[in-house]
């Protein structure tokens, strides 16, 4: 069984920082790409940053690009999403997501495995 536990959301006031934690287990700990995903209320879950095995392909939405960093600990399974410069558009529940394609890895429907998300809320 594949498991990922996302930590590290909370309130932010805009232009702050966070840094979102997905802990993976199982199957989801494998070689698998990474990723981050959003979905704000009454939106549809959006693609973020995403990050593979050997971190030779790492891709941001234009939205965050410059503002956020992703990365991964294979030693300690860990995936991490810093995010700078936050603007109010960041809210939403931010999902970890484990996928072993190769392709298409922007849609949702491309990823074996989600957490359950965590809320993060900035305000103006």
């Known amino acids: 069984q594949a498991l990922l536990q996302e930590s590290g959301g909370g309130s932010v006031q805009a232009g702050g920082s966070l840094i979102l934690s997905c802990a993976t287990s199982?199957?989801?700990?494998?070689?698998?790409?990474k990723a981050w995903f959003r979905q704000a209320p009454g939106r549809e879950r959006e693609f973020v940053a995403l990050?593979?095995?050997?971190?030779?392909?790492?891709t941001y939405a234009d939205s965050v690009n410059g503002r956020f960093t992703i990365s991964r600990d294979n030693t300690k399974f860990t995936v991490d999403l810093r995010m700078d410069r936050l603007f109010p558009e960041d809210t939403g529940v931010y999902y970890c997501?484990?996928?072993?394609?190769?392709?298409?890895?922007?849609?949702?429907?491309?990823?074996?495995?989600w957490g359950q998300g965590t809320q993060v809320t900035v305000s103006s």
């Open positions: 990050i593979n095995w050997d971190l030779t392909r790492i």
């Open positions: 997501a484990a996928g072993a394609s190769s392709f298409g890895l922007q849609y949702p429907r491309n990823y074996d495995y």
């Open positions: 199982g199957r989801a700990r494998s070689s698998y790409t």
